[in-house]
Structures are given as C-alpha cells and as structure tokens.
C-alpha cells in the first residue's frame, strides 16, 4: 500500500473542497475546534473536583443530595386515604 506524498495530498485536497464545499468544510472545522475545547474544558472540570469521593454513594453523603423513599411508609399514606 502506498502512502501518498505531496502532490497526491493536494489532489484529494482539491476534490474533497470541490465535493463538500468551502463553507461546509469551515463550518465542521468550526464544530469539532468547538467540541475540543468543550472536551478540555469538562476534563479541568473533572480535575477540579477531584476532592469528592468517585463512590456516587459517598458523594451523595458528601453533598446532602438525595431523597430517600420508604416503600412501606407510602402504602401507609394509601391506606390512612382510603
């Protein structure tokens, strides 16, 4: 299999903007330029909160979030309407 040099890289070049067109290359430039940086941004993100426990268990503890649901307690609250 041959690997294309120089000349062969600007003939694939030219057909791909004759096929797709000036502005739609830009535009996926664009979006996937903007899907990097968004990418970056999550990973810092992610970095930053490395101070809370991975366990999703431990985080809710940690965070006060949650509700907990008493199966028993809401037939109770049926049977009281009744």
Do not use: C
Not at 5 to 17: F, R
Not at 38 to 63: C, H, L, T, V, Y
């Amino acid at each position: 299999m041959l690997i294309p040099g120089g000349y062969e890289w600007l003939v694939l070049l030219l057909v791909v903007v004759l096929v797709f067109g000036t502005k739609k290359l830009r535009n996926v430039g664009g979006d996937l330029g903007s899907a990097v940086k968004n990418f970056k941004k999550s990973m810092q993100d992610g970095e930053a909160e490395g101070d809370k426990p991975a366990d999703p268990a431990a985080r809710i503890k940690q965070e006060g979030e949650g509700r907990v649901f008493d199966a028993d307690a809401e037939q109770h609250k049926d049977k009281d309407k009744v």
